[in-house]
């Protein structure tokens, strides 16, 4: 089985593959999602149509059972399809990483995003902790990218409490320069 490393990514492709995958979301399209899922897998971890079915599977149930049960989410379900989900990229890696806390710290930040007034941790904070984990930073040097990442969900939250279309260009835009900081960040 081959491995990867995973500091080594083109931001533009997966801010390109991030941006298609937020519009499959917020748009009720799941099998979009899966679609995106399974390719990003495919090109950036370079395994199998398997494992990448695999690792689309257990990361849209996580999202779309997330997405379906706004205020009655059942954390244990998700947080076991997310830790599923991680294992199948630490398997896969070259670097090793706690994947059962990338996978709790994911759902911490969709939390976070979802009710930020019920978290200590900001947006930011949050959504840097959770890349750290996985690179083996400190999470003070994912700020940058958390920052425009962060900027991003606002547009996009700003859009559908207003009933009206995202800005899907600058949320490109801003996902690119995000990813385009992490992969500085963690090389």
């Not at 390109?16 to 899966?34: D, Q």
Request: hydrophobic share 45%; with cysteine; charged share 25%.
């Amino acid at each position: 089985m081959s491995k990867k490393n995973l500091k080594q990514f083109d931001p533009n492709r997966v801010a390109k593959f991030e941006t298609g995958m937020w519009h499959a979301y917020y748009h009720h399209n799941p099998l979009k999602l899966f679609y995106l899922l399974v390719r990003l897998a495919r090109e950036f971890f370079g395994v199998n149509y398997f494992i990448a079915i695999r690792m689309g599977y257990y990361a849209v149930f996580a999202a779309v059972d997330f997405k379906l049960n706004k205020g009655n989410e059942n954390q244990t379900r998700i947080i076991k399809k997310l830790t599923k989900f991680y294992k199948l990229i630490f398997n896969h890696s070259l670097e090793s990483f706690e994947y059962k806390k990338a996978a709790h710290l994911e759902l911490e930040w969709w939390l976070v995003d979802r009710y930020p007034d019920c978290y200590s941790v900001s947006r930011e904070e949050a959504l840097a902790r959770g890349m750290a984990v996985i690179f083996n930073v400190d999470y003070s040097r994912l700020s940058e990218y958390a920052r425009y990442r962060a900027e991003a969900m606002v547009i996009q939250d700003d859009a559908e409490i207003n009933c009206k279309e995202a800005d899907w260009q600058l949320i490109g835009s801003l996902l690119q320069k995000s990813f385009t900081s992490l992969s500085a960040a963690v090389k």
